[in-house]
């Protein structure tokens, strides 16, 4: 059965970091492109961060470019968010999934950025 287990979220104190996990199951990690996403109170689910199935190619929203990092481990299956220097407006619930966001959504984790 297909799944996500986000974790490692928190409050954290602008400029801060913290590293998200996604733990998944029920599908063909290593060969799928996996997204991280991120829904604020009151806004649309956003794409954050891309990475194709080999980590060789990632992509990431505007305002985090140079500040989060996309990475992989497809041995364990686990898809990663490394964010350094976060703002009150990185405040929301981080989910990932597959590039498209096609399957069902995990719980996610909570991410709050505040002094």
């Known amino acids: 059965q297909v799944h996500f287990v986000e974790s490692g979220g928190g409050l954290v104190q602008p400029g801060g970091s913290l590293r998200l996990s996604c733990v998944t199951a029920g599908f063909q990690f290593r060969y799928s492109a996996m997204s991280w996403y991120r829904q604020a109170p009151g806004k649309e689910r956003e794409l954050v961060a891309d990475?194709?199935?080999?980590?060789?190619?990632?992509k990431y929203l505007e305002s985090v470019e140079g500040r989060f990092t996309i990475t992989r481990d497809n041995n364990k299956s686990t898809l990663y968010l490394q964010m350094d220097n976060l703002k009150p407006q990185d405040t929301a619930v981080y989910y990932c999934?597959?590039?498209?966001?096609?399957?069902?959504w995990g719980q996610g984790t909570q991410v709050t950025v505040a002094s």
């Open positions: 990475s194709s199935s080999s980590d060789s190619t990632v």
């Open positions: 999934n597959l590039r498209g966001g096609t399957l069902p």
